[in-house]
């Protein structure tokens, strides 16, 4: 009995060995940064439900798995350039980039030219202008790089800037969301053609034509991206320079005589410069003068003229005098006796007591004498 369970368990152990030599032969182990994809990309059903099983029993622990990359469609790529030459003869240069727009069966979508002059007046000669062309140009993707090489020889290349636009992504998703929507007005064609109620009719007609509608936007979309990346951008602006050249050092000597005829020629040029602008704002003044003091010899003139007429009018019509009446004499005031100021002096006396009539008779029952 012993000996029997022995020999089961050496053959157990012997097919579980059997087996993970097998699987570990029918896996590929990844090198030097390769991703080999097995039995997902054959079987992607099977590999969804060895996923659910293998979710299933290890619940607990989650385990990580590095999706497969996928690599960039390099057909859904816009290619953009910003690009700022300097040119010495601008005319030529002008020339040589139109040519080179027709060498690579390019065309300009729009420019801006500028000959460097005033927006006044003024006629301004060729040296007195810096002329400067900005332009976004589309040339085929395939002759991108070629073209903005040879636009950098065609003068001194100051700036460049490239970007290239990946919409590989959002075209996908266009083109999927695109799909969806045409099959959506397939059905609703197929349940018009089917329906008597005109109410209902008109419901799916109206919500057909939000998905026409959708299908409208999505198109357009998608052929402004393919003709971006057919055609790639370039925004040149090209500037009209002049080469620069030193003037000659001339060597002075500064001595006290130098600098004495220095400041006497300079205050005398000020001076005159002073005299200079003096008479030119005195004519530029003058008309303004002239016409303030007609004005103001006019406005006397009337004035004078209004003061003889009024005279002449108070002459012929003079105004009836009347007798000036005398100011009427306040009383005088006396102070009351109480309010006088008090004096040192002695008081005045009063009038002395009226003396009595000799006939009067006499009081209190006395006797005439």
């Known amino acids: 009995m012993k000996r029997t369970l022995a020999i089961l368990a050496l053959a157990g152990t012997l097919?579980?060995?059997?087996?993970?030599s097998d699987k570990q032969e029918n896996t590929k182990t990844p090198r030097n940064g390769e991703f080999i994809v097995g039995n997902y990309a054959e079987n992607d059903t099977a590999a969804a439900e060895s996923a659910d099983a293998e979710n299933s029993d290890s619940s607990a622990a989650m385990s990580y798995k590095q999706s497969v990359p996928k690599l960039i469609d390099t057909k859904m790529l816009v290619y953009s350039c910003d690009m700022s030459i300097d040119v010495l003869d601008f005319d030529k240069s002008l020339d040589s980039i139109h040519e080179l727009i027709e060498k690579y069966n390019g065309f300009i979508e729009s420019e801006v030219y500028s000959d460097g002059g005033d927006s006044s007046k003024w006629l301004y000669t060729e040296d007195e202008k810096w002329k400067s062309l900005s332009a976004v140009i589309r040339?085929?993707?395939?002759?991108?790089?070629?073209?903005?090489?040879?636009i950098e020889a065609v003068g001194d290349l100051r700036r460049k800037n490239a970007t290239v636009d990946n919409l590989s992504t959002e075209y996908s998703d266009l083109k999927t969301t695109l799909a969806i929507y045409e099959a959506k007005e397939k059905r609703y064609l197929e349940l018009l053609e089917g329906i008597k109620n005109e109410a209902d009719a008109i419901k799916y007609e109206n919500e057909l034509t939000d998905i026409q509608v959708q299908i409208g936007v999505l198109k357009t979309r998608m052929n402004t991206i393919e003709n971006?990346?057919?055609y790639s951008y370039v925004n040149l602006s090209v500037n009209e320079v002049r080469e620069y050249t030193d003037k000659p050092v001339v060597k002075k000597t500064d001595t006290f005589g130098q600098r004495l005829k220095n400041t006497a020629s300079e205050t005398w040029d000020t001076f005159l410069e002073f005299l200079e602008n003096l008479l030119f704002v005195i004519i530029r003044v003058l008309p303004y003068l002239l016409l303030i003091g007609i004005a103001a010899f006019i406005i006397a003139k009337l004035v004078k003229l209004f003061s003889k007429i009024a005279e002449k009018h108070r002459a012929k019509h003079p105004r009836p005098v009347r007798p000036a009446v005398p100011p009427m004499q306040a009383p005088p005031v006396y102070p009351a006796p109480q309010q006088m100021p008090p004096q040192n002096r002695a008081p005045v006396q009063g009038p002395p007591p009226p003396a009595k009539a000799q006939n009067a008779p006499a009081d209190n029952g006395e006797e005439k004498k």
């Open 139 to 150: 040339v085929p993707s395939a002759s991108y790089d070629s073209f903005c090489s040879d």
């Open 15 to 20: 097919s579980l060995t059997a087996c993970g």
């Open 228 to 230: 971006d990346v057919a």
